[in-house]
C-alpha cells in the first residue's frame, strides 16, 4: 500500500507560480513512476508530467517549458514546480503512484488532489 497526500494548490493570478508537493509512505517509493494528473471540470484527467525511477522525466506539450517535475527519493517526495500558470491550468491536481512488477498486477495509487485555480 502507498499513500499519497499533495499539498501546495491555491489560487493564483496569471504569470504566477505555485509548487505542489506530493509524499508518499507506505512502500518502496524509489520504485514507482509518480506521475501529476489533472482534472478540470467536464474533462478528462490528463497526464501533466511523470517521472521515473531513474529521473526520466516526461511533459504534456501544454506544460513544457513551464513545469519541473523532481523528486527526492530520501523524503519520499515528488514535487511539481508552475511557473507562468495560465487560467487554462485550472484543475484538480492529482499525484500518482505507479509499479508494475514482473509478475502480478501492476500497484496504481492516487492521492485526494489539490486544487490550482489561475485567475485575476
Known amino acids: 500500500q502507498v499513500q499519497l497526500v499533495e499539498s501546495g494548490g491555491g489560487l493564483v493570478q496569471p504569470g504566477g507560480s505555485l509548487r505542489l508537493s506530493c509524499a508518499a509512505s507506505?512502500?518502496?517509493?524509489?520504485?514507482?513512476?509518480m506521475g501529476w494528473y489533472r482534472q478540470a471540470p467536464g474533462k478528462q484527467r490528463e497526464l501533466v508530467a511523470g517521472?521515473?525511477?531513474?529521473?526520466?522525466?516526461n511533459y504534456d506539450d501544454s506544460v513544457k517549458g513551464r513545469f519541473t517535475i523532481s523528486r527526492d527519493n530520501a523524503k519520499n517526495t515528488v514535487y511539481l514546480q508552475m511557473n507562468s500558470l495560465k487560467p487554462e491550468d485550472t484543475a484538480v491536481y492529482y499525484c500518482?503512484?505507479?509499479?508494475?512488477?514482473?509478475?502480478?498486477?501492476?500497484?496504481?495509487?492516487w492521492g485526494q488532489g489539490t486544487q490550482v485555480t489561475v485567475s485575476s
Open positions: 500518482n503512484a505507479y509499479w508494475a512488477p514482473s509478475k502480478g498486477l501492476p500497484d496504481n495509487y
Open positions: 507506505g512502500s518502496i517509493f524509489s520504485r514507482y513512476y
Open positions: 517521472i521515473n525511477w531513474g529521473g526520466g522525466i
